[in-house]
């Protein structure tokens, strides 16, 4: 069983070195608060005092922290231990701070994988939990097995250390607008004396409908063809006089769709109103002029 090292134990660093005790690897944690590690060591994992130690402990070094630069400063006074070590940095940020960090660290004799965990902690080691890396291939091949471990559905994107976070933040703009959607949506419910609850099944049925649309509009992206106007902008924009009378009614805030209605105005300007709702891809390849 191959040696582990976690750097950082918030939730996610300390379910991945859960994962790893449970597995049956031998398990090194350390993170900034010491006190923290304290119930990883009841599990049997080993805690090092100092970062240079953890790092030494094990030839893969898995980092969990909030951002690429957080990940280089906790791993600054290790910078001689990461010499023929495999580093994998499981981090937010941009894909210009994935290709610093990795400079940085193969600058040091680190072999570099970039990943992404696309899910929340609770499943991580799950069968379909995805995870995806990008970097050195020969560190993904080595250390497959081991990375499985932390989530069945385990894909390498190729050898340029910026792919997993340039995936990671496409795929995660989904996230903030889809759930502040669904907080109008329940803030309109209560609004009405209804709970919350009562909505759920009729939402993830409306992000079933969403997840069948994807395909579609990525051919349509692809091709650049929105010719086949089954939801239109013009459509959308109409829609938006809706969000007003919402307001009116229940006094729920929804100015948060300013800036929709604002990218929608300006692909009719475009002329993509009797486009496919898809087209807004174009304008959004030319951002808006500051005033």
Known sequence: MT????????SMGTALAE??????????????TAAKAAP??????G??????????????????LTTFEDTRTALRPAGASLRGRALVTLNSGSPAGARETAAWATGHGARVLAGA???VPSAVGAPDTLLYYSGDKAVFEEFET???????????LGDEADLAALYEMAVGAMLLPALVGFFQGAAAVQARGLEVHSMVRFAGKWLDMIKSLLPIYAKEIDSGDYSDAASSVNLFLAAAAHDEDLTRETNVDTAWLA????????????????QNISALTEVLREPARQP
Request: a positive charge; glycine letters at 10%.
């Open 3 to 10: 040696p582990v090292t976690v750097i950082g134990l918030g």
């Open 19 to 32: 994962a790893f005790v449970k597995a049956g690897h031998p398990t090194t944690v350390w993170n900034r």
């Open 40 to 45: 990883l060591v009841a599990m049997g994992a």
């Open 47 to 64: 805690h090092a005092e100092a970062v240079a130690d953890a790092v030494a402990a094990s030839p893969l070094v898995i980092t969990c």
């Open 117 to 119: 965990v696309k899910n």
């Open 146 to 156: 081991t990375l499985k471990v932390l989530g069945g559905d385990t894909v390498h």
């Open 259 to 274: 800036p929709l209605r604002d990218l929608l105005r300006r692909a009719v300007e475009a002329g993509y109103g009797d």
